[in-house]
């Protein structure tokens, strides 16, 4: 499956982005899809990610305060809606789905087999 992220941009702090992840073919509950993100310097880390029976995982609480995953499965894209953005979520952030993907390994970036080109996030202060 392929994979395109998109929505990025430039945002104040506070401020509100949608991002995108649309896959090339049915991704619902035969993938499990995640988002994860890349600052300058820094190792890419998981943001959030929807497991194949449909749940929902964030890496920190206030992601899950702050961050919102939904999926619409006629488009075969998942959202990450970004609410109260603060300048530490500047990075690039990637989608990625895989087939394999168990619960107890969801956060991790070794898991996935298919990545989208990544879409910038910056968030001025």
């Known amino acids: 499956v392929q994979l395109q992220a998109s929505g990025g941009g430039l945002v104040q702090a506070g401020g509100s982005l949608r991002l995108s992840c649309a896959a090339s073919g049915r991704i619902f509950r035969r993938y499990a899809v995640a988002w994860f993100r890349q600052a300058p310097g820094m190792e890419r880390s998981f943001v959030a990610g929807?497991?194949?029976?449909?749940?929902?995982?964030y890496a920190t609480d206030s992601m899950k305060g702050r961050f919102t995953l939904s999926e619409d499965s006629a488009r075969n894209t998942v959202y990450l809606e970004m609410n109260s953005l603060r300048p530490d979520d500047t990075a690039v952030y990637y989608c990625a789905a895989g087939s394999s993907v168990i619960s107890s390994n969801l956060a991790s970036r070794t898991a996935y087999a298919n990545w989208g080109l990544g879409t910038l996030v910056t968030v001025s202060s």
């Open positions: 929807i497991n194949r029976s449909g749940g929902r995982v």
